[in-house]
């Protein structure tokens, strides 16, 4: 909004010069969203906490291990969603559809978290919303944003798949682009989702991911630095740094309140809009792949589900001791603060990783 409205302002005022760049408007974007974090989280807090009451959140096989968090209350993820909405619209040029896209996902993958969180809240259920319903919400969503994304990306790549570490190598998708776009956003919003599970666990990560795609969206969207680094060029796609941006300054507001011991949840509201939103982008910047690489944690955590239900149905034996991953480890001994900062330490490294990507090609 700012971009628009004082951009054509700059010839008579020079100060306004600033708004054309991608990097003080992304730096804006991280501070609003951590300031408006700051703000709206004490009331909402107390909002949350007066509207569940005595009700847990805690689901059923974990209430032992975790009862010291009985009251705490879910749905934190709201703030995040106002912060990096607001953030975006503040600094973001809205007349790129790619900004509206992004934001359809989040928004709209949070609404469906937020129907979750709201049962878990008030009607005293931890299970929240049937997670066939969730799936299908999301897939409707996502389905919307895609072919949009499909009609607005170039023609030379609009159903390509981009493969990592080789130059300008795409694979055709035609059609079935829709369903694998699916696949990504519903896949990376239910991936963070299951990481979600321990103070602090999740949100680091999605900072780290974040800022990793706010580098990757402004380099596919700057004609020369793409074309040095021989990635895909999409024109436009720089303003998805804004967005990224935005989510980093709110996730390091939300972890001020998420820090152990939690005053608050993220929940459905905060993992599933999160996890839509890097997806959505992922597939917009024709990082897909790269996406899994950085975001390996999430891809882990869901990996450990995976493998847990399918060993148990077709052997009757479990691999783990529970899944996901980290309620495995907390089975073995170790600590919530030694679990959480190690799988930091580890998302650290796969982000590393996949930025090297970039250059390795």
């Not at 609009?158 to 035609?174: G, R, T």
């Not at 993220?266 to 839509?276: A, Y």
């Not at 792949?289 to 034996?317: W, Y």
């Amino acid at each position: 909004m700012l971009y628009n409205l004082l951009v054509p302002l700059a010839e008579d005022y020079q100060i306004f010069n600033l708004f054309r760049y991608l990097t003080f408007r992304t730096g804006g974007a991280v501070m609003t969203a951590l300031i408006i974090c700051f703000v709206i989280a004490p009331p909402m807090i107390r909002w949350l906490k007066s509207k569940q009451g005595s009700a847990s959140n805690i689901r059923k096989y974990l209430e032992e291990a975790h009862a010291a968090k009985t009251g705490t209350p879910t749905m934190g993820g709201l703030m995040i969603l106002i912060s990096v909405a607001v953030s975006t619209i503040l600094w973001s040029d809205l007349s790129n559809h790619y900004v509206w896209y992004a934001l359809l996902v989040m928004v709209g993958f949070g609404m469906v978290g937020f129907g979750d969180d709201y049962l878990k809240l008030t009607k005293k259920n931890s299970a929240g919303l049937p997670g066939r319903l969730k799936l299908l919400a999301q897939m409707a969503i996502g389905g919307v944003a895609a072919l949009g994304i499909v009609h607005t990306l170039p023609d030379n790549m609009n159903m390509h798949v981009a493969i990592p570490f080789f130059k300008h190598m795409f694979i055709y998708l035609s059609w079935f682009f829709i369903p694998w776009a699916l696949l990504v956003m519903v896949g990376a919003s239910n991936a963070v989702n299951l990481t979600d599970g321990l103070d602090g666990l999740a949100i680091v990560p999605v900072a780290i991911v974040a800022a990793c795609f706010a580098l990757i969206s402004y380099l596919v969207g700057n004609a020369v630095f793409s074309q040095y680094l021989q990635i895909p060029y999409v024109p436009g796609t720089g303003e998805l740094a804004i967005i990224c941006g935005a989510l980093v300054g709110a996730s390091m507001g939300f972890l001020w309140f998420n820090a152990p011991p939690a005053m608050v949840f993220m929940g459905d509201t905060g993992s599933l809009s999160m996890g839509g939103l890097l997806g959505t982008i992922a597939i917009i910047v024709k990082h897909e792949i790269v996406l899994a690489v950085i975001g390996g944690l999430f891809v882990l955590e869901t990996v450990s589900v995976i493998v847990q239900v399918a060993s148990f149905k077709l052997t009757g034996k479990r691999v783990f001791a529970m899944a996901p991953l980290h309620h495995h480890f907390e089975k073995k001994g170790w600590s919530e603060p030694t679990i959480v900062i190690r799988f930091w330490i580890i998302a650290v490294i796969l982000a590393l990783v996949g930025l090297s990507t970039l250059k390795l090609r």
